[in-house]
């Protein structure tokens, strides 16, 4: 039985964007944790495993929520345009939405910058872990598993 909705708002598409969400930013929140221990055990701290999954468990309930959000509009603006790429060329659907979910973590991060320091006056760098490129290339790979969700997820057009 149709809905009589256009595909892009079937049940199944809303659900995989909100899985994709959830995955990106959680995964992203996950990364960038480690990350910033990562940074402070190059400068002499030692970090045992119940403090590790500390710091994820915090940052899961203190940023995720945030980035879980910002990733819902990223992808909003991602995923349509991976989808008309990979339809123009005829393939590449999953690596397409991977790769959209990729940039926009690091497009998200440039901007969040951006605005603290256009907005705000700011000279800090609000997520820490998108320093320097590394950072940037590891936490991007939450936007891009975010992606892999919903190309998995998602209904293919026949």
């Known amino acids: 039985m149709k809905s009589g909705l256009p595909m892009a708002f079937n ?7 909100a899985m994709a969400a959830l ?10 944790t480690q990350i910033i221990l990562r940074y402070l055990e190059t400068a002499g701290a030692i970090f045992p495993l119940a403090t590790r999954a ?34 123009r060329i005829g393939a590449l659907r999953t690596t397409g939405y991977m790769l959209s979910g990729y940039v926009m973590i690091i497009v998200m991060i440039f901007a969040i910058e951006l605005f603290y320091q256009t907005v705000l006056g700011s000279t800090i760098t609000p997520i820490a872990a998108g320093r320097d490129v590394w950072g940037l290339a590891v936490i991007g790979l939450g936007g891009a598993a975010g992606g892999w969700v919903f190309a998995v997820l998602s209904p293919r057009k026949p």
């Not at 049940?11 to 964007?17: L, N």
């Not at 930013?25 to 996950?30: D, F």
């Not at 915090?58 to 790429?85: E, K, Q």
Request: aromatic share 12%; net charge positive.
């Open 54 to 87: 500390q710091a994820i468990w915090l940052d899961l309930n203190g940023f995720a929520p945030t980035l879980i959000a910002l990733s819902a509009i990223g992808y909003a603006i991602a995923f349509p345009v991976a989808r008309l790429i990979s339809r």
């Open 23 to 32: 995955m990106g930013g959680v995964l992203t929140s996950i990364l960038s």
């Open 11 to 17: 049940v199944r598409t809303i659900f995989a964007f």
